[in-house]
């Protein structure tokens, strides 16, 4: 089994920052491409970033500047450093990893729980 445990979300004022954290734990062989996605309600999911094992970075138009994600790959962890957060960035926050179990061929995503992060004006 494995599980990816989310933490840090919360309230925060528009201009704050969160850091939001992700471990991925369990009979884990190697962890692939890791990252954050949110839902807003009522809305689909969408992404935020995604980093690669070798630190490559993706982020969303909306987010470049703001946020920062980075990783451990020590400890099959991945974070979301989030400045200058607006009210619309309120939404769940999902950690997602793309990852092989042991004794497995073959890698597959694995999500999160998620992680409520709210922002007030």
């Known amino acids: 089994q494995v599980q990816l445990v989310e933490s840090g979300g919360g309230l925060v004022q528009a201009g704050g920052s969160l850091r939001l954290s992700c471990a991925a734990s369990?009979?884990?062989?190697?962890?692939?491409?890791m990252g954050w996605y949110r839902q807003a309600p009522g809305k689909q999911r969408e992404l935020v970033a995604t980093i690669t094992s070798g630190g490559d970075t993706n982020y969303a138009d909306s987010e470049k500047g703001r946020f920062t994600i980075s990783r451990d790959n020590a400890k099959n962890a991945v974070y979301l450093q989030m400045n200058s957060l607006k009210p619309e960035d309120t939404a769940v926050y999902y950690c997602?990893?793309?990852?092989?179990?042991?004794?497995?061929?073959?890698?597959?995503?694995?999500w999160g729980q998620g992680t409520q992060v709210t922002v007030s004006s």
């Open positions: 997602n990893a793309d990852l092989r179990i042991r004794f497995s061929s073959s890698s597959r995503p694995y």
């Open positions: 369990g009979e884990i062989f190697r962890v692939n491409n």
